[in-house]
């Protein structure tokens, strides 16, 4: 099984808001009437496409959409609404290709994480992997290579973690179909 922060997640810092105000915000341009009748967005990488072009045209588009954020932080009815038939429409897109490649995925929001952070945040400082900066503490990369530099011992830390998972109190790990063929 792999697991992934799915597109429905929602924080102030994630690339998803960046990516969900313009959709919002086109969505009620283009869909005045959304909430009383759902459109269909049979393409959705051309619906992405249109929306972040009239956002990278149109400074009052970008301004009214960085509200949007906002909106859908402070749980607007309306915005939860939009964001939701967004991310739905995105999860049928994105279950499709999964099926092809008989992937299954158990999404889980980005909060799934958070009792996690302080234990993986102690194991870098123990490790010396993290500097303050302004307040926050940031993870340091030590070694930094080009990706054409990798050799198939990088590409196993890589992908492993993508490809195999150990679920707690399991003694036999899992490993994904694609692992296995490719072995």
């Not at 283009?30 to 929306?51: C, K, M, Q, S, W």
């Amino acid at each position: 099984m792999i697991r992934h922060p799915p597109r429905s997640t929602l924080s102030s810092s994630s690339a998803a808001s960046d990516v969900y105000k313009r959709q919002i915000l086109y969505l009620r341009e283009t869909h005045p009437d959304f909430l009383e009748n759902p459109p269909h967005i049979g393409d959705l990488v051309a619906f992405y496409r249109a929306a972040k072009k009239r956002f990278d045209e149109d400074e009052d588009f970008k301004v009214a959409a960085r509200k949007e954020v906002v909106k859908l932080q402070a749980l607007e009815v309306e915005n939860i609404t939009a964001w939701k038939m967004l991310c739905d429409v995105s999860r049928t897109e994105f279950e499709q290709i999964y099926s092809r490649l008989n992937i299954k995925i158990e999404e889980r929001g980005e909060s799934f994480y958070n009792p996690l952070i302080p234990a993986v945040l102690e194991q870098l400082e123990k490790s010396n992997l993290t500097e303050m900066s302004d307040g926050a503490t940031i993870i340091v990369a030590k070694e930094v290579k080009k990706i054409t530099d990798f050799d198939v011992k990088d590409m196993v830390k890589l992908m492993s973690s993508m490809l195999i998972t150990v679920k707690r109190g399991a003694t036999v790990p899992e490993y994904h179909p694609a692992l296995l063929e490719a072995i």
